[in-house]
């Protein structure tokens, strides 16, 4: 499994480009991390300062850094300014495995964007890291979550719901994977 992330992988795709966070991200990351509707179905304490969003970026560019992580702004091609993120993270090299997280800003929802960037993450993580399988733990009453994973064919996958935590679990995550070997190209 491929963990280098130098240089930071540029994904395009036919409307958007993906690229690494920077500070000139700082207003839109904080709309994201604030947003009530956005942070509906995730756990994490919402943002209240630009400087709360500052402190993320710096955060998720060491974690690049370190080789932990990936974490893409998505823009419009044609627009630098940041609509959405979309995560590869939560490795384990042991299985070839790794977690896909996303969230995109209330006024680009139910455009197909997610459905665009996911596609183009699973893409890279097969092809380009050698992955064997892409999780996402969500909640399932995060349909839109649910129809972005299951239109790139992702299956509830009971076996590694096992591995959740009881915290994770009393929480009601529910887990979807999908494996390379099913993954249409």
């Not at 893409?123 to 239109?151: D, I």
């Not at 992702?154 to 959740?164: G, M, P, Q």
Request: with cysteine; proline share 3%; glycine share 4%.
């Amino acid at each position: 499994m491929l963990n280098n992330f130098s240089p930071f992988p540029v994904l395009q795709t036919e409307r958007l480009v993906l690229r690494q966070l920077t500070m000139q991200d700082e207003k839109e990351i904080f709309l994201l991390r604030s947003d009530e509707n956005v942070n509906k179905y995730i756990d994490r304490p919402p943002a209240v300062s630009l400087e709360d969003a500052q402190k993320f970026i710096e955060k998720i560019n060491r974690g690049i850094a370190g080789n932990e992580s990936l974490f893409w702004a998505i823009h419009f091609k044609n627009d630098a300014q940041l609509i959405g993120t979309i995560c590869c993270w939560n490795f384990c090299k042991e299985e070839e495995r790794a977690e896909i997280g996303y969230e995109l800003l209330p006024f680009f929802q139910g455009k197909g964007i997610m459905q665009e960037a996911v596609s183009a993450v699973i893409q890279f993580g097969f092809q380009t890291m050698q992955l064997q399988s892409v999780e996402a733990w969500l909640k399932p009453q995060n349909l839109r979550s649910v129809n972005v994973l299951e239109r790139n064919e992702f299956k509830r996958n009971i076996e590694a719901e096992k591995r959740l935590s009881e915290v994770e679990k009393a929480d009601g995550m529910v887990v979807y994977c999908l494996n390379k070997s099913d993954f249409a190209y």
